[in-house]
């Protein structure tokens, strides 16, 4: 599934919520990236370099490029440890100005 780069923060929600197992793939101008999700969890995350948080806070400040979701199951090493509320509460604050206040 390809997506629109402005859903991709609505959608990473939604397969948060549905407890989905998959391997959200970027491409992006310059480099590429993936955020592993694993039964609602974002379990890794790596883009340009970064890994974790900052990588999520990479991507999300993106506003062009292409994405894709293929579903996976296999294990990964956990580089992201926030649970899935307060990653999204996080994440907001970090891509929302207004929200940062």
């Known amino acids: 599934m390809r997506m629109r780069f402005k859903r991709v923060r609505r959608d990473l929600t939604r397969l948060l919520i549905d ?3 998959v391997t959200l793939r ?5 480099d ?14 790596e883009y340009g370099g ?3 948080f900052n ?4 991507v999300g400040r993106q506003t062009t490029g ?3 979701l293929s579903e996976n199951s296999a294990p990964v090493d956990r580089t ?3 649970r899935p509320d307060r990653l999204l509460s996080l994440l907001a604050r ?5 929200a940062s206040r």
């Open 50 to 52: 970064h890994t974790g």
């Open 66 to 68: 292409i994405f894709w």
């Open 19 to 21: 407890r989905r197992n």
């Open 94 to 98: 970090c891509l929302d100005p207004v």
């Open 26 to 30: 970027v491409a992006l101008p310059g």
């Open 80 to 82: 992201v440890g926030e």
């Open 55 to 58: 990588a999520l806070v990479r």
């Open 32 to 45: 590429e990236g993936k955020v592993e999700v694993r039964n609602g969890e974002v379990q890794a995350a």
